[in-house]
């Protein structure tokens, strides 16, 4: 949804032949860091998402924490998850993580899409969901290794963050960063976040005593546009699911390397059939017209009460 | 705040207590976090939860409710036993090396010298120093056992009269500080004909701090028993951490460094207890100690709860003060004359040095003062209208107004811009308090609990036909629909344009004030009265007299000279009418008017000072001395003279405020000099330029205080234990309960065995969010945090609807299991304690969609009052908890 007159396409979903411009013009990698140990759950980044993306409020449920629902939705891409954490040494930790999606080098999302453009890279890093064209299979919902991608079922498009794409594209900050008051949130190039996520990761294993402490930039995807400091490298987990070594679902690979092309060919053969079929059995004679059937949308999904 | 906010990336060392900033104040907070990043400050939270701001702790220590002034104490014995003070700056900036009198006596038993058992307050006559300069050393020389009575050399204390020194001077002493919460003595006002004691003009001192009546001596005595085995007992933290947290604090005065800076951090969760003012001063007695008060990262800094609560006070949104912290007349003042000579203090120092003693200058600030409410009306001859300035005949204090109306005493109110029923404790009172009055006037931007007091839940349609009180609702202007400043906890005045301007028949509060007044004073031309003078007199000489300009206002509250004169001291030259540029030229005889001292400067001839946007920092502290407006005089930290030492050379050469300029002979800085700008550091006048004394005030003398010149530790007046130190004194002496049928009072014997907290959220604002989506949706219903075992105890599983129940009434919500509240062991018996958040009432989003109980949480605190400042124990009360 970004202005592409400066964000450049890198890759679009389920597109047969090239992109136009690609290449032609190089841009830096843009990245959100996320100081999760200066993080405070203030909340305010999941306010400026939803005011700045003009979503619709809805219910939430008290659900035994501060955390404001138990997963993000289409209509609420930025969710802090507050998880306590308590060690049989007494020590105690109330962690908060913000969550959302992490722009992988290499987006599962992406992969899986079968419609043309859907979801584009841009060159950036930036994956940018685009629902004009989305055709709603969900496909995308299975291929992110980090639970993102929500269905709305009124319109039957999926949404998530766009990191701004369009704030980014008009050369600012997204708007979780600008509201952050700590300064945990910071936005710039991926080498200068990752400069300062070091640095940080090592202040806090040299000064501050936590001898795990580390950057999640998980490799297994290409490395995410959306990168952590952690108390805690080894355990991820414990902020909220994040996975140590996500991944994206082995079904999608294969159907992306062996399926799609094989598919191709099948497609091919069709056609080949289509033509042998015209040469054998002649042109299409008119058939009677069937009734028109009209199908009920499914219901809601029942809201959760209170 | 003595500091600022920005001023807190400058520390070294944060202990934040009694205060949440994370959770109340996100942005502010964002100085700590950048003291942590950037200068590897460590972090010490002490609270009764985990909180927020806990999450970022190096070290965090889990209190029990109520218990401060413990944990505090326990921090000063600490740091004397293992010599971490400022041995330098104790002894030049600190009233630690002045004598106090003979007759003066610590509360071991629970009570200092002078406790009246049948008033329930202290004659303070003993707590006083002692008349005699320089007895440094001679207490060594002439005894070797010093605790035998008053050594040679001293003037005969004891026999004294209390009011030897001239009960001319009529000095009270009280309330020095620009941050004085109220004259203690306001009961001891309504015209005592005994004039109060004062403080003597030569203050004996001893500097090696070995004199037994010296206050270091004292102090020592004092917290000699707060030992960590007795804090353990009482505040609930184990010893281990006490001592961790103990050793981290005054580990910046480790080894005689005098480089390294720590800073105190609160808010109201040191202000709301029956003792709240001595939780601040011990906080303030521990800052002298460690020599942290005046300098960049340091200071006793106070996070004030609303946008503008800081302005509030400054312009006497309080029944006590005046605008810029005046006294208030009382009935015994007859006229100007006897009303200054009370209220202006002489200096009191020992007479080799010296005291710049501001407060000497009340008579420029009061006359200016009633030139800006009377105007032209007010002239020499009259007194300036002195008579036509209310008198303050008791205690007017919140709870005290809502009492009165609950007895029928207070007729009518006027509720702007807060929501009344909600905000004091005991809702039901408050509820039955509007019930007999005759009318109430709400302006607010929503319909709030206040205004619809008459169909609160439990109010039956007959019993409602029953309510007599007019309720007038006017519909007001939400902030961003207006302009003027709000002055922050750093207390600069920052102005604020309009937004949007106020939707359909909504008006400015100014505007609704201003006709309200002329309405009245209409009526009062008419029709006269008892007493017109008040109303037909002030001066009210707006552009457009309905329509006041804030900016007019401003400009009024700033001052402006009204005669053509030339400053002796500086030789400015000002023409009649010109915008003044500071305090300093404000004058006692008429010729200049100024609405608030403290604010003169913010609006000058060069402009609005408190509009100004500019980012430049020099010096790197985070002065920005171009951004705003701070007062007094642009000052950003307070009392800096005392971040240089007695040679005028700043104590941390890496972050230089202000300093003695050799050369040209006086005190400049990258900060405003807080001193008299041409006194020599050879003169050793002290930097604490407010108090008499010139010194800070580590034993406060005379009637400041009403519960003792050293805070002692005191119960909550509803806990679960016995005060450990005294039994038989558990509570606040001085504190009293109040009578009506509504003020009860619980006991653990009657089963309310839990300690009891409420607070804020992040997500919300008081009771006003409760109306937006937005808040509602981020969290969108009460609950109460309970901890992990107690729930497990009682079957309690997360999102269960619970009761909880004091000895006033009942709330109910749903319990949030959680393991960020441990059990603690109480003096060897395990406690718990709960909390909860108090947004919710009985109107609002959720209120309506019948989503709550419509309980607000105020319907379980106590009516009781803290002695000083008169704030409300919302904090450490008792309930019972069971599920419904």
């Given at each position: 949804m970004g202005d592409r007159g400066t964000l450049r396409i890198q890759q679009i979903s389920a597109h047969p032949g090239p992109i136009a411009g690609e290449g032609t013009q190089r841009q830096d990698k843009v990245c959100k860091l996320i100081d999760v140990t200066t993080c405070i759950g203030c909340k305010a980044c999941e306010v400026a998402c939803v005011e700045w993306n003009d979503m619709p409020f809805q219910t939430t449920h008290f659900d035994n924490t501060y955390q404001t629902m138990p997963d993000t939705d289409w209509n609420y891409w930025n969710l802090i998850k507050f998880n306590e954490d308590e060690h049989d040494n007494g020590s105690f930790a109330w962690l908060m993580r913000k969550h959302q999606c992490m722009h992988c080098a290499d987006p599962g999302c992406l992969r899986a899409c079968p419609a043309d453009g859907a979801i584009v890279q841009y060159s950036n890093g930036i994956v940018d969901f685009q629902q004009q064209n989305c055709i709603g299979c969900q496909f995308c919902v299975s291929g992110c290794p980090f639970n993102i991608p929500k269905y709305n079922s009124e319109t039957k498009k999926v949404y998530k963050c766009t990191l701004c794409s369009d704030r980014v594209g008009a050369g600012l900050e997204p708007a979780c960063i600008k509201s952050c008051p700590t300064g945990c949130l910071h936005f710039g190039t991926k080498d200068d976040m990752k400069f300062l996520a070091e640095n940080r990761a090592k202040q806090l294993r040299d000064v501050s005593g936590f001898k795990n402490a580390g950057v999640y930039d998980p490799d297994t995807i290409g490395g995410t546009s959306v990168i952590y400091v952690l108390h805690d490298i080894t355990k991820p987990e414990k902020y909220g699911n994040l996975p140590a070594s996500p991944r994206i679902p082995l079904a999608f690979t294969i159907w992306k390397s062996v399926f799609k092309p094989l598919g191709l060919i099948g497609a091919m053969l069709g056609f080949v059939g289509v033509v042998m079929h015209y040469v054998f059995e002649g042109p299409l004679r008119t058939q009677p017209t069937p009734p028109v059937k009209v199908i009920d949308p499914p219901p809601p999904p029942p809201g959760r009460e209170n | 705040m003595t500091n600022g906010w920005i001023d807190i990336k400058n520390t070294d060392m944060m202990l934040i207590m009694g205060g949440n900033p994370a959770e109340n104040h996100p942005c502010g907070f964002k100085w700590a976090v950048e003291a942590k990043r950037n200068r590897n400050a460590k972090t010490i939270v002490v609270d009764p939860r985990f909180t927020r701001t806990a999450s970022q702790a190096d070290l965090f220590l889990q209190i029990r409710a109520g218990t401060d002034i413990a944990f505090l104490g326990g921090l000063i014995n600490y740091a004397l036993a293992n010599d971490r003070v400022a041995k330098e700056y104790l002894v030049n900036y600190t009233n630690a090396a002045f004598l106090i009198k003979e007759g003066f006596k610590l509360p071991e038993d629970g009570l200092f010298s002078g406790f009246d058992d049948g008033t329930k307050t202290y004659d303070k006559a003993t707590w006083n120093y002692q008349q005699g300069g320089n007895e440094t050393g001679k207490v060594l020389a002439a005894s070797s056992s010093p605790t035998q009575g008053a050594p040679q050399g001293h003037e005969p204390q004891g026999s004294v009269p209390a009011a030897e020194h001239g009960s001319t001077e009529g000095h009270k002493g009280e309330g020095q500080g620009y941050q004085a919460q109220g004259p203690a003595g306001a009961k001891a006002m309504g015209g005592g004909p005994i004039p109060p004691p004062s403080l003597p003009p030569n203050i004996a001192y001893d500097l090696s701090l070995q004199h037994p009546q010296c206050v270091y001596q004292l102090l020592k005595q004092q917290y000699s028993r707060y030992t960590p085995d007795m804090v353990e007992r009482i505040t609930g933290i184990p010893k281990d951490q006490l001592l961790k947290a103990y050793d981290l604090y005054t580990s910046i005065r480790k080894d005689g460094d005098t480089k390294k800076v720590g800073t105190i951090i609160y808010a109201v969760g040191w202000t709301q207890h029956s003792f709240g003012t001595q939780i601040i001063r011990t906080a303030a007695m521990i800052q002298l100690l460690m020599g942290n008060v005046g300098r960049a990262g340091g200071g006793v800094n106070a996070l004030r709860g609303h946008s503008n609560i800081q302005g509030a006070t400054d312009m006497a949104g309080i029944f006590d003060i005046l605008p810029g912290y005046l006294k208030m007349p009382n009935p015994a003042d007859k006229d100007l004359k006897t009303f200054l000579e009370r209220i202006t203090p002489k200096p009191a120092k020992p007479n080799d040095w010296e005291s710049f003693n501001y407060w000497s200058n009340t008579p420029k600030f009061m006359v200016s003062f009633l030139k800006a409410m009377y105007g032209n009306n007010a002239t020499k001859e009259n007194d300036f209208g002195f008579a036509w300035l209310p008198r303050l005949d008791r205690n007017y204090s919140w709870v005290n107004i809502w009492n009165d109306m609950y007895n029928g005493k207070v007729k009518g109110f006027y509720a702007f811009g807060m929501n009344g029923v909600m905000i004091g404790p005991d809702t039901q009172k408050n509820i039955d308090a509007l019930k007999k009055a005759d009318f109430l006037v709400v302006c607010e931007i929503y319909p709030d609990e206040t205004s619809s007091f008459w169909m609160a839940p439990g109010i039956s349609a007959d019993e409602m036909k029953k309510i007599n009180t007019t309720v007038y609702r006017l519909p007001g202007a939400g902030f961003a629909e207006k302009d003027g400043t709000f002055v922050n906890s750093a207390r600069w005045l920052q102005w604020k344009n309009i937004a949007v301007p106020p939707p359909g028949e909504c008006r400015l509060d100014q505007d609704i004030l201003a006709q309200i007044f002329l309405k009245i004073r209409e009526l009062y031309q008419k029709e006269g009265g008892k007493f017109p003078d008040p109303i037909l007199k002030a001066s009210w000489t707006y552009t457009l007299p309905a329509h006041p300009s804030l900016a007019e206002v401003a400009k009024e509250i700033n001052g402006k000279a009204l005669a053509d004169f030339t400053d002796e001291k500086t030789g400015t030259q000002f023409k009649a009418g010109q915008q003044l540029?500071?305090?300093?030229?404000?004058?006692?005889?008429?010729?200049?008017?100024?609405?608030?001292?403290?604010?003169?400067?913010?609006?000058?001839?060069?402009?609005?000072?408190?509009?100004?946007?500019?980012?430049?920092?020099?010096?790197?502290?985070?002065?920005?001395?171009?951004?705003?407006?701070?007062?007094?005089?642009?000052?950003?930290?307070?009392?800096?003279?005392?971040?240089?030492?007695?040679?005028?050379?700043?104590?941390?050469?890496?972050?230089?405020?202000?300093?003695?300029?050799?050369?040209?002979?006086?005190?400049?800085?990258?900060?405003?000099?807080?001193?008299?700008?041409?006194?020599?550091?050879?003169?050793?006048?002290?930097?604490?330029?407010?108090?008499?004394?010139?010194?800070?005030?580590?034993?406060?003398?005379?009637?400041?205080?009403?519960?003792?010149?050293?805070?002692?530790?005191?119960?909550?007046?509803?806990?679960?234990?016995?005060?450990?130190?005294?039994?038989?004194?558990?509570?606040?002496?001085?504190?009293?309960?109040?009578?009506?049928?509504?003020?009860?009072?619980?006991?653990?014997?009657?089963?309310?065995?839990?300690?009891?907290?409420?607070?804020?959220?992040?997500?919300?604002?008081?009771?006003?969010?409760?109306?937006?989506?937005?808040?509602?949706?981020?969290?969108?219903?009460?609950?109460?945090?309970?901890?992990?075992?107690?729930?497990?105890?009682?079957?309690?599983?997360?999102?269960?609807?619970?009761?909880?129940?004091?000895?006033?009434?009942?709330?109910?919500?749903?319990?949030?299991?959680?393991?960020?509240?441990?059990?603690?062991?109480?003096?060897?018996?395990?406690?718990?304690?709960?909390?909860?958040?108090?947004?919710?009432?009985?109107?609002?989003?959720?209120?309506?969609?019948?989503?709550?109980?419509?309980?607000?949480?105020?319907?379980?605190?106590?009516?009781?009052?803290?002695?000083?400042?008169?704030?409300?124990?919302?904090?450490?009360?008792?309930?019972?908890?069971?599920?419904?």
């Open positions: - | 540029p500071g305090f300093a030229m404000l004058k006692d005889d008429g010729t200049t008017m100024c609405g608030n001292w403290l604010y003169c400067g913010s609006w000058t001839e060069a402009g609005a000072m408190l509009q100004r946007r500019g980012t430049d920092d020099p010096s790197g502290l985070g002065i920005y001395p171009n951004w705003a407006w701070s007062w007094p005089a642009n000052r950003r930290v307070l009392y800096n003279r005392a971040s240089c030492d007695l040679t005028g050379k700043p104590y941390d050469p890496s972050r230089k405020q202000v300093w003695w300029n050799e050369t040209a002979q006086k005190w400049v800085g990258n900060d405003v000099p807080d001193f008299k700008p041409d006194s020599k550091p050879d003169e050793h006048m002290g930097p604490f330029i407010m108090n008499p004394e010139g010194v800070g005030r580590i034993f406060v003398p005379l009637g400041a205080m009403a519960d003792g010149p050293f805070p002692e530790y005191y119960e909550p007046i509803e806990s679960p234990i016995a005060n450990l130190l005294h039994p038989d004194q558990s509570n606040n002496p001085v504190v009293k309960k109040y009578k009506t049928p509504l003020d009860k009072y619980g006991t653990a014997k009657e089963g309310y065995n839990l300690v009891c907290t409420t607070y804020r959220l992040t997500e919300q604002y008081h009771y006003w969010t409760k109306n937006n989506p937005m808040n509602v949706q981020l969290v969108p219903v009460p609950f109460v945090e309970i901890p992990a075992e107690l729930a497990q105890e009682m079957g309690i599983k997360g999102g269960d609807k619970v009761k909880v129940t004091s000895a006033r009434s009942d709330y109910i919500a749903k319990a949030m299991v959680t393991k960020r509240i441990k059990p603690m062991m109480v003096d060897g018996k395990k406690t718990y304690q709960i909390g909860m958040p108090i947004h919710w009432g009985f109107l609002g989003i959720s209120e309506d969609a019948g989503r709550t109980a419509k309980t607000p949480a105020n319907l379980l605190t106590p009516t009781v009052i803290d002695p000083n400042a008169y704030t409300p124990e919302f904090k450490g009360f008792l309930v019972k908890l069971e599920k419904v």
